[in-house]
């Protein structure tokens, strides 16, 4: 996405506004697929949920609160007071609520029951890939070795990247490697 960045200046205040030339347009699909497809694009794939595996008798446990506030399997929440106590129950029930984000996404029970049904698991795609099976000729290096010349025995601190240094940038990543700055030729 191409953005330019307009800067104002008055004497009192400065204001900052960002102007978008291109919109990312997705394909007519349905209108909760998109608003999830927009969601991705916009914060990424990786929020923090809660895992959740859903038990084998879910489905019974949603019916059987839903049946106590009057509902069937294909109708719709009737006033925003039962479909928040009907959410409130299910919670209290299963540990496992609605985030926000999806609230407007569950409309009718038949919703509320494919939500109680998803599982969700918030493993990276590192770190899913770590746990697979992979072949033969494919690994995956989990723990890596960064070089440090004060460190490195092998060949007795000598580089092969003389004049590169190795900046460690993050912030959990700083407690774990150590960084250091190579000496130049020059001034």
């Excluded at 399997?73 to 409130?88: C, Q, R, T, W």
């Excluded at 690994?139 to 190795?166: C, I, M, W």
């Amino acid at each position: 996405m191409l953005r330019n960045l307009i800067i104002s200046a008055t004497r009192t205040n400065f204001q900052l506004t960002l102007v978008r030339h291109k919109k990312k347009k997705f394909p007519k699909i349905d209108k909760k697929i998109q608003a999830a497809a927009e969601s991705l694009a916009s914060r990424g794939f990786l929020r923090p949920n809660k895992p959740w595996d859903p038990p084998v008798d879910i489905e019974n446990v949603v019916h059987k609160i839903c049946s106590n506030y009057g509902l069937h399997a294909k109708s719709e929440f009737d006033s925003l007071e039962i479909k928040y106590k009907v959410l409130k129950s299910c919670f209290e029930e299963t540990g496992h609520g609605v985030p926000n984000s999806l609230l407007h996404t569950i409309e009718t029970v038949d919703d509320l029951q494919e939500f109680y049904e998803t599982p969700v698991n918030v493993l990276t795609p590192f770190d899913a890939l770590k746990k697979m099976d992979l072949p033969k000729n494919l690994h995956v290096q989990e723990d890596y070795v960064r070089f440090h010349p004060d460190k490195d025995t092998l060949f007795n601190g000598a580089t092969a990247f003389p004049k590169s240094s190795t900046i460690v940038s993050g912030l959990k990543t700083r407690k774990k490697y150590e960084g250091y700055t190579a000496k130049r030729s020059w001034p």
